[in-house]
Each structure stands twice: as C-alpha cells, then as structure tokens.
C-alpha cells in the first residue's frame, strides 16, 4: 500500500501564490505518473497537471501559464507549484500516483488538501 500525504493548503487572495506538496511513502519512481486533481462543492473531481516518470507534464487549459507541477524521486515528493491564483481556483486539492501491474494500473490518492482563493 502507498500513502500520498499533501500539504501546503490555506487561504489566498487572488493573485497570491501557493505550493502544494505531496510526501509518498515509498520511492515514486516506480510510478508510470504522478498528479494533482481538485474537486471544488458541488462538482466532479479534474485533472489540474500529470506528470510521467519521464518527466512530460500535461496541464488543464484552465492552469496552463499558472500552475506548474514537479517531481524530486530523492526526496519522493510531488509538488505543484501555483501562481496567480483566482477564486475559482478553490477546490480540494488531491495528489494521485498511478502505477502499473503488467496490463493492471494501480491509483492511490492523498486525503486531499483545501485552497481558498478569496477575491
């Protein structure tokens, strides 16, 4: 079992900043990929930013310019970096590893961590 734990959270004004972190409880570079996904009230879970374990990213057109996600397999961490944030950026922020068994994958997800941009 792998354990994702985020952090780095909180309540922004729009404009502001925030970097979000993920600590995975083993080594990440076995992932075929890591992401962040967010779910705002009332709405479906979406993508925010993937990144291989080759290190191509993919990004929501909604982020793009703004948001920028990386990968320390060192450290075992993976962060999003976000920038210019706007209030419908708010959601519960979520960290996903997915990983391959032959013709399986595997997604194991974060509890999750709140952003609030206030306007």
């Known amino acids: 079992q792998v354990q994702l734990v985020e952090s780095g959270g909180g309540l922004v004004q729009a404009g502001g900043s925030l970097r979000l972190s993920c600590a995975a409880s083993r080594r990440i570079f076995s992932f075929n990929a890591m992401g962040w996904y967010r779910q705002a009230p009332g709405k479906q879970r979406e993508l925010v930013a993937t990144i291989t374990s080759g290190g191509s990213t993919n990004y929501a057109d909604s982020v793009k310019g703004r948001f920028t996600i990386s990968r320390d397999n060192a450290k075992n961490t993976l962060s999003l970096q976000m920038n210019s944030l706007k209030p419908e950026d708010t959601a519960v922020y979520y960290c996903?590893?997915?990983?391959?068994?032959?013709?399986?994958?595997?997604?194991?997800w974060g509890q999750g961590t709140q952003v609030t941009v206030s306007a």
């Open positions: 996903n590893a997915n990983q391959a068994f032959g013709i399986r994958t595997i997604d194991y």
